[in-house]
């Protein structure tokens, strides 16, 4: 049996209708995705460090939230939730998947992309930003590392290597990500403490030369322990042309020599920090009819003010005569109490500052607005392809239904066109905003540390203490804390 609905002499058969639902089907699939409220419980049980319930909350969010397009999330929120646990071991299996999904998923589906051109990125899968992947690597060495494997962690920190080969020649190197300076940092150190030498050096002064595009790019300051570090394994390499280079552009920085240090062993304190950015919609609209227009922005930041401008959006592109929306990710910045820390010796009255190594909230914001030009190019050309598709809909139901089949015809291609018109929001959202490093050097022993976490203006947030910590002759010791007030 043939559906028809009829109004007056205007006939509107299903078939004239079917694009409608099955633009509505490509909608339903886009909206699919792990929403703000959830990212917020998640980070609060992370913030209290009850990382039993967020792995519990994550494992029990793998169908509801996560689903299978967006299973590189999961395996990178629960990596990273089993690396704060110290479950190191696990961590690299969830991280190594989620490693292995990403790989997978640069044989691209040609019946994705389709469906994303006509919708939004969203039903596609989630493959990570670049800043992303490439923490995957940084945090499966610190695995390697807390799990006393430093050739591992060295091949892991060697990954980076490839990858950002890669994008630079995807993106002609125009890209402002082109090299991770802690990586590099962290390599140094690797190889230090494997005795080799020549490698350290030359990952220091790799790691200098980034720090300097840092500081440029996300106000990141060159550490001044890095220049150290290039001064002392340059001195013990005989490079004095190198050495004095170096000195030339950093004045009155002193080092000590692996003769003057002698035996002692080093201290190093990674500190985890808030929380990272994530991305909202910013909205464009363009409203017009008969003898009125209108343009509006609207950045969307909570999950109640998608469901009302989603309302709203679509109610507009059914009242006016012809609507266009076009959404694109924006980052912002999450608040977080906590600024400053330091470590030191339990009873020590002294303590030793942490530096920031690496503002994941800057990378993240920069680097998205270094490929925005390329987002906005696809997510225009996605509108417009949408407006001719109701235009050329509409056009098809008024010659074979009439003036009232093709203005309902033309209406619903809109309102769907709208509503499927989502930024992809979606990013590794338990990562933290900020890391930051305290180093300092210890004759050999067990030490109980206390660890102190403070607001930007020096007020004492709180106070943690690391026991039997234990730093050997000539090596590096390292530990490691979150925070995410």
């Not at 699919?32 to 460090?49: M, V």
């Not at 002294?350 to 994941?360: F, Q, S, W």
Request: charged share 30%.
């Amino acid at each position: 049996m043939r559906l028809t609905v009829k109004y007056r002499r205007f006939p509107i058969k299903w078939s004239y209708l079917r694009i409608i639902f099955g633009f509505s089907l490509l909608f339903l699939l886009a909206a699919c995705a792990a929403g703000i409220a959830y990212y917020r419980d998640l980070n609060n049980l992370i913030s209290r460090e009850l990382y039993p319930e967020a792995l519990q909350k994550v494992e029990l969010a793998k169908q509801k939230e996560y689903k299978k397009k967006n299973a590189v999330l999961y395996y990178l929120d629960k990596g990273l939730v089993l690396h704060l646990s110290g479950q190191w071991e696990e961590s690299n299996q969830l991280l190594e998947e989620a490693e292995r999904e990403i790989d997978e998923l640069y044989t691209k589906s040609i019946s994705k992309e389709a469906a994303s051109f006509l919708t939004s990125n969203n039903v596609k899968p989630y493959s990570g930003e670049d800043f992303e992947r490439v923490l995957i690597n940084l945090f499966g060495a610190l695995n390697y590392m807390f799990l006393g494997e430093p050739d591992e962690a060295l091949v892991e920190a060697r990954k980076v290597d490839h990858k950002l080969r890669l994008y630079n020649q995807r993106y002609e190197r125009k890209n402002i990500y082109k090299e991770d300076a802690f990586v590099r940092y962290l390599m140094g150190m690797l190889y230090e403490n494997q005795g080799e030498i020549n490698d350290a050096f030359i990952s220091y002064r790799k790691a200098l030369k980034t720090y300097r595009d840092y500081s440029a790019n996300y106000k990141t300051r060159i550490p001044r322990k890095l220049v150290a570090d290039c001064l002392r394994t340059a001195d013990d390499l005989g490079f004095r042309e190198e050495m004095e280079e170096i000195q030339s552009d950093f004045t009155g920085v002193s080092f000590k020599s692996y003769r003057n240090l002698g035996d002692k062993g080093e201290l190093i304190f990674i500190h985890y920090n808030g929380i990272a950015p994530h991305k909202i919609d910013d909205i464009f609209e363009i409203s017009f009819g008969k003898g009125w227009g209108m343009v509006q922005r609207t950045q969307v930041s909570s999950d109640d003010q998608a469901r009302v401008q989603n309302a709203t959006t679509i109610a507009k592109s059914i009242a006016a005569d012809e609507h266009i929306s076009i959404a694109f990710p924006k980052f912002v910045k999450v608040d977080y109490r906590i600024r400053l820390s330091e470590v030191s010796i339990e009873g020590s009255l002294e303590g030793v500052r942490t530096k920031l190594v690496e503002d994941i909230t800057a990378i993240a914001i920069k680097n998205l607005e270094d490929r925005i030009n390329r987002v906005r190019v696809k997510a225009i050309a996605r509108a417009a392809v949408k407006f001719a598709l109701a235009h050329a809909g509409g056009k098809i139901a008024e010659k074979k239904g009439g003036g009232l089949a093709g203005m309902i015809v033309k209406k619903g291609l809109t309102a769907v066109a709208t509503a499927t018109e989502k930024a992809d929001k979606r990013g590794w959202r338990t990562l933290p905003a900020q890391i930051r490093m305290a180093r300092t050097t210890l004759e050999p022993g067990t030490y109980n540390l206390r660890l102190s976490f403070m607001s930007k203006d020096g007020n004492q947030i709180m106070e943690r203490t690391v026991e039997n910590v234990k730093v050997e002759p000539r090596r590096k010791t390292f530990v490691s804390y979150r925070t995410a007030l």
